[in-house]
């Protein structure tokens, strides 16, 4: 994890009344690219629920056949992917001419735009390959923007240790009075990674239209009273006097918390593709057929 830095001081946030959790949702292990096992936790059927975000994967493993062969080249088009590596690396190509190398700690963040072709491919033989990938939506008026990407180091992304003693990653928004790498206007998105010491405690305000949720992968923590173990993600209830979360940890645990402005617009998928009709699918397919993605 990337280490706090003594230059970021975190204000105190003290939440009023913590949302619930409104279900407990179990991944479910599939594999993608070139068969690279991976457990896929925001699923087609929460898209409406959760939006504007549009999926979370969960990969790793210490078996190389499980990831070695990676992601070849694939078209996206309408959305934004945030990749973060937790061990591993992994080598980024695509068709706008980006490269960069992702490594322990670091993420990738991509906007496909009007379109781009990108390849995700370990550049490692052994060892233990392990990470998270997001898929943000764009709004209608954004979705044919120009790609863009960048990638963040570990050491680049602001970290902060509060007075409790939780070690905070701020990869997007605002946490404790401290920006994250990346903002973003329409969809406001908040994405934190957790490392709770035992009979700790995390407070972050959200607010009360946004939707949000949070993804255990290391021990097991407690939202309003329900335990949420490892590998589960809990999706938070929106009450409206409800003005932010809080998460207790009786052991070490370690999580995702990701919350975001819903765009409240048509969501179409198509496999690399996310639209706002299926006419517009029809586009992308199109132009991806004819050589025309960047």
């Not at 830095?5 to 939440?15: D, M, Y």
């Not at 969960?58 to 694939?74: E, L, T, V």
């Not at 309003?224 to 645990?253: F, K």
Request: with cysteine.
């Amino acid at each position: 994890m990337t280490k706090p830095s003594a230059s970021l001081a975190p204000i105190p946030v003290a939440v009023q009344q913590s949302r619930t959790v409104e279900q407990l949702v179990t991944g479910q292990a599939t594999s993608d690219g070139a068969g690279v096992k991976l457990t896929r936790v925001l699923m087609p059927a929460l898209q409406q629920r959760l939006d504007p975000f549009l999926m979370l994967d969960a990969f790793g493993s210490d078996r190389p056949d499980d990831y070695i062969a990676g992601f070849p080249d694939h078209p996206h088009r309408g959305f934004e992917t945030v990749t973060y590596m937790i061990s591993g690396r992994m080598r980024h190509r695509d068709s706008a001419g980006h490269e960069g190398l992702l490594e322990n700690g670091g993420v990738q963040w991509m906007t496909a735009g009007r379109g781009v072709i990108h390849s995700e491919i370990p550049e490692q033989e052994q060892g233990v390959m392990e990470g998270f990938q997001l898929w943000l939506n764009l709004p209608a008026s954004d979705k044919m923007c120009a790609p863009w990407y960048r990638d963040f180091k570990a050491d680049e992304l602001p970290a902060f240790r509060t007075a409790a003693g939780v070690d905070a990653v701020l990869i997007a928004g605002s946490s404790h009075g401290i920006q994250g790498g990346v903002a973003r206007a329409a969809t406001q998105p908040l994405y934190l990674d957790l490392h709770l010491p035992a009979g700790s405690s995390f407070e972050q305000d959200l607010p009360a239209d946004h939707n949000a949720f949070v993804y255990v992968y290391r021990g097991g923590v407690i939202i309003g009273g329900r335990d949420v173990p490892a590998g589960r993600m809990a999706v938070l209830a929106n009450p409206p006097r409800a003005d932010g979360v809080r998460i207790v940890a009786d052991a070490e645990a370690r999580c995702l918390l990701i919350a975001g402005r819903p765009l409240r617009e048509p969501i179409v998928q198509y496999g690399p593709f996310v639209m706002n009709t299926r006419a517009q699918i029809g586009e992308a397919m199109q132009d991806f057929q004819a050589g025309r993605l960047a």
